[in-house]
Nanobody
């Protein structure tokens, strides 16, 4: 099994920044794509950003384009989500996710097999 643990959530004022990290461990037997999702209060979980195994290809939800940046460091088995210009509507529990892939540049927006426990991000107005 693969374990994912998120770090870096917290309380920030509107317009501020936060950086989330996601550390992967366990039976990492091959290449894997990563993604970030969020679940706002009272709403369903939604895709935020995804990144390919090599890190060369990324994809974002329209609501975060230009404000969030996804990246990864494969040597550390860690993914990141840099969030800037935060808005109150970004308040949510943020989850990282991973899925094994056969290399390549594909970015997944769904179909992940492994999930972290989530970290709370609260943006005050």
């Amino acid at each position: 099994q693969v374990q994912l643990v998120e770090f870096g959530g917290g309380l920030v004022q509107a317009g501020g920044s936060l950086r989330l990290a996601c550390a992967a461990s366990g039976r990492i037997l091959g290449d894997y794509a990563m993604g970030w999702f969020r679940q706002p209060p009272g709403k369903e979980r939604e895709f935020v950003a995804g990144i390919s195994w090599t890190g060369s290809t990324t994809r974002y939800a329209d609501s975060v384009k230009g404000r969030f940046t996804i990246s990864r460091d494969n040597a550390k088995n860690t993914g990141y989500l840099q969030m800037s210009s935060l808005k109150p509507e970004d308040t949510a529990v943020y989850y990282c996710a991973a899925v094994f892939v056969s290399g390549g540049e594909y970015v997944y927006t769904a179909g992940y097999d492994y999930w972290g426990q989530g970290t709370q991000v609260t943006v005050s107005s």
